[in-house]
């Protein structure tokens, strides 16, 4: 049974960083992509980041080139998001998906998890 949970939101002021995780079950090798998706209130979801597992290739919207890092450990059957220089508009719920194709930067994923709230005061 897949199983996608995620963890490390919270609250942070402008400018801090926070880490989300998210466990996977039975493995992140299970996966051709692995990515990370958000919703703010009243906002359609967002892209964020993903992941091809076979070869470590990641993909990243704008907004967050250069602040944000996926990273997958398939030791631990974890991926991350390490989230640096947060802005406000990063408020949103975060979510962690999966698929087994290997179309990464794409919509079309299968699993999802529970979601992480993300606040980031100004």
């Known amino acids: 049974q897949v199983q996608l949970v995620e963890s490390g939101g919270g609250s942070v002021q402008a400018g801090g960083s926070l880490r989300l995780s998210c466990a996977a079950s039975p493995s992140t090798t299970t996966f051709g992509c692995m990515g990370w998706f958000r919703q703010a209130p009243g906002k359609e979801r967002e892209r964020v980041a993903c992941i091809r597992g076979r070869t470590g290739t990641t993909f990243y919207v704008d907004s967050v080139k250069g602040r944000f890092t996926i990273s997958q450990d398939n030791a631990k059957n974890t991926v991350y998001l390490q989230m640096n220089s947060l802005k406000p508009e990063d408020t949103a719920m975060y979510y962690c998906?999966?698929?087994?194709?290997?179309?990464?930067?794409?919509?079309?994923?299968?699993?999802w998890g529970q979601g992480t709230q993300v606040t980031v005061s100004s």
């Open positions: 998906a999966a698929t087994f194709g290997n179309a990464c930067w794409s919509d079309n994923y299968i699993y």
